[in-house]
């Protein structure tokens, strides 16, 4: 029997506390670690090197979409396969991660015997995504605000400091001097987030954030 080692990511005890418990009741699991931000999944899957890696999204310091964009971009970690455990099943999140390299994507209500069978598809390299998450991909988009046949493109590090900012309340001088941008390009970068999220307004952005786990310091 092959056993398939698991790095478990969640900034909650509860839910490590009772994956491991579930995990633990199947003879080809292990649970070799578990972490609670994910810089420290980073460092764990880096140090441990698991066959997969079961991530949150919303989490301190480090975020589950930035934490698996670096773990699948570790060429030392070919054989690190990210399946995504969320409560979240927005279109934007599922589109990142995604990007970001996660071969799975399953909700927190998934049902024992899905979970296992997420866990062996994507330990073997291919993609699972449950029935809402697919869903969520197959449904048209509402919104008319991005052309068609566009492909999503994932935030960068600069337009994530440009959000915390906005978060803040702050307005684009304020952001540019900070930033040492123009106001014209802070005002160019606003623009093109709300267009890659599909949101019309700052309150959409705050939403994002919160579910993302980050804080206006972090």
């Avoid at 478990?8 to 005890?13: A, E, G, I, M, T």
């Avoid at 441990?48 to 030392?76: F, Y």
């Avoid at 492909?151 to 001088?173: D, Q, Y």
């Avoid at 994002?208 to 786990?213: D, P, S, T, V």
Wanted: with cysteine; net charge neutral.
């Amino acid at each position: 029997m092959n056993i398939i080692n698991i790095l478990l990511v969640d900034d909650h005890h509860l839910v490590l506390d009772g994956m491991r418990a579930l995990l633990s009741q199947e003879p080809d699991f292990q649970v070799v670690g578990e972490a609670r931000n994910g810089r420290e999944a980073v460092e764990k899957a880096t140090a441990l090197r698991p066959h997969i890696v079961i991530m949150d999204i919303s989490m301190p310091e480090m975020d589950g979409i930035e934490a698996t964009q670096l773990i699948c971009g570790n060429k030392s970690l070919k054989g690190t396969n990210v399946m995504v455990l969320s409560m979240y099943s927005n279109r934007e999140f599922i589109n990142e991660l995604m990007e970001a390299g996660a071969k799975g994507y399953l909700l927190k209500n998934t049902g024992r015997a899905e979970l296992r069978e997420a866990i062996h598809t994507v330990s073997a390299g291919q993609r699972y995504l449950c029935k809402p998450v697919q869903e969520t991909m197959d449904a048209p988009v509402k919104s008319r605000s991005r052309k068609e046949g566009e492909g999503f493109v994932p935030i960068t590090k600069r337009e994530k400091e440009i959000i915390r900012l906005l978060l803040a309340e702050k307005n684009s001088h304020e952001i540019a001097d900070a930033l040492h941008l123009s106001p014209a390009t802070v005002e160019t970068h606003r623009k093109n987030i709300l267009h890659k999220l599909d949101m019309h307004s700052t309150a959409g952005l705050v939403r994002y954030a919160m579910e993302r786990g980050w804080n206006l310091e972090g």
